[in-house]
């Protein structure tokens, strides 16, 4: 475990990166109370990296972090910056973070802002991480701030969608988010009943996708919910195409969720989950601990080293992939 002295630390920033998942403020609001209790100051860096590099520095004190604890979004503001990835935008960076005399930073983010928070760990300065993607597909903690949130977002969209479904015995294929991961797919697959989920992690051909559709015709069904991971093998446009000119008995209509499993009020969970990893991110500076992200692991938060999150992608789990298959019936 890496370490530091905390008791040379005066004042920490914060940021929040990637795309912005519900929960967000009631992390950096868990963060800010947690330091200020501490005697610490807190600086919010608006922008991400890309306002680091600008030195995009706003002072945040306990009203700052108010009323805000049920809002989608991050009042901090998002942004990415591909070129954080190079030397020269990582010394600019831990340039701004030393000329505002900042001594730790606490990123929330997904895998991305994660990287980027190793990096500056790796240049020598303390940071610790807290997972906030709605992809879950951050290694090292069971769910990340937001991924609650967007699955009711996703559910909800998939019960309304079957009304109409069944209304007019169509089959939907619903394109859900969640990048090279098909978590999302996969869990609001089997919570709203899917009868086909597609995911980046099984690759299942369209000619069986077109099986699983006629039979469920056969059997009677007035309805039938494809869920496709927006990385999986197919595109949902070539899938619908196929499924048209093959003929499974059921009219085909495709809707992509799009940006709206991002935003809203975050969930109790999810809101749980932030301020528990926010207060743990500064207590574990304070206890002079590194180079970290705090995550679930079980019911517990708990630190595990940055260098074994980036280092491996957090996939669906596929048991639930069988389950899944057994409940269509
Ligand atoms: P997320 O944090 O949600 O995964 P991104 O993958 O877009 O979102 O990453 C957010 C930002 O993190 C990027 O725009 C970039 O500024 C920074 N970042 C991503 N990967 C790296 C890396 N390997 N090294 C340094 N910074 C990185
Ligand atoms: O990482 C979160 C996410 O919403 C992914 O699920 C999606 O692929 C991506 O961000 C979309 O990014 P953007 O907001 O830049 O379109």
């Known amino acids: 475990m890496t370490t530091f002295d905390p008791k040379t630390m005066r004042r920490i920033a914060i940021m929040t990166g990637g795309g912005d998942a519900p929960g967000m403020n009631a992390c950096v609001r868990a963060v800010v109370r947690t330091a200020l209790n501490a005697d610490l100051e807190v600086m919010g860096i608006q922008g991400a990296y890309a306002g680091l590099i600008r030195g995009d520095f706003i002072p945040l004190t306990a009203r700052d972090v108010g009323g805000i604890i049920q809002r989608g979004g991050t009042f901090l503001q ?14 600019k960076g831990m340039q701004q973070l030393h000329d505002h005399q900042i001594d730790a930073l606490v990123v929330i983010g997904g895998d991305g802002s994660l990287n980027g928070a190793l990096a500056l760990h790796r240049r020598g300065f303390p940071v610790m991480g807290v997972p906030a993607s709605i992809d879950n597909d951050i290694w090292g903690t069971n769910m990340a701030i937001g991924v609650d949130t967007a699955l009711n977002t996703i559910l909800e969209a998939i019960d309304k969608l ?4 069944s209304s007019h015995k169509r089959a939907f294929l619903i394109e859900v988010m969640g990048r090279n991961c098909g978590y999302l797919a996969l869990m ?16 299942v051909s369209l000619e069986e996708v077109a099986e699983r559709l006629i039979d469920s015709y056969q059997r009677g069904k007035t309805h039938a919910i494809i869920v496709s991971a927006e990385g999986a093998a197919h595109q949902s446009d070539d899938i619908a195409k196929y499924l048209k000119e093959k003929g499974t008995g059921f009219d085909v209509r495709v809707t992509i969720l799009g940006h709206v499993q991002r935003g809203g009020r975050p969930s109790a969970f999810d809101r749980l989950l ?14 002079g601990k590194t180079g970290m992200m705090v995550g679930l692991l079980g019911r517990e938060v708990s630190p595990v080293p940055l260098e074994q999150v980036t280092s491996q992608p957090r996939q669906a789990n ?9 409940l269509a019936r």
Request: glycine share 8%; charged share 30%; net charge negative.
């Open 78 to 91: 998002t942004d990415r910056l591909p070129q954080f990835k190079e030397d020269a935008y990582q010394e």
């Open 162 to 165: 079957r009304d109409t479904a």
């Open 318 to 326: 596929l048991d639930y992939y069988d389950l899944a298959r057994v």
């Open 274 to 287: 932030a301020l528990r990893l926010g207060n743990a991110a500064v207590q574990c500076l304070l206890d």
């Open 188 to 203: 609001s697959g089997i919570c709203g009943g899917a009868e086909v989920i597609l995911i980046p992690e099984m690759e």
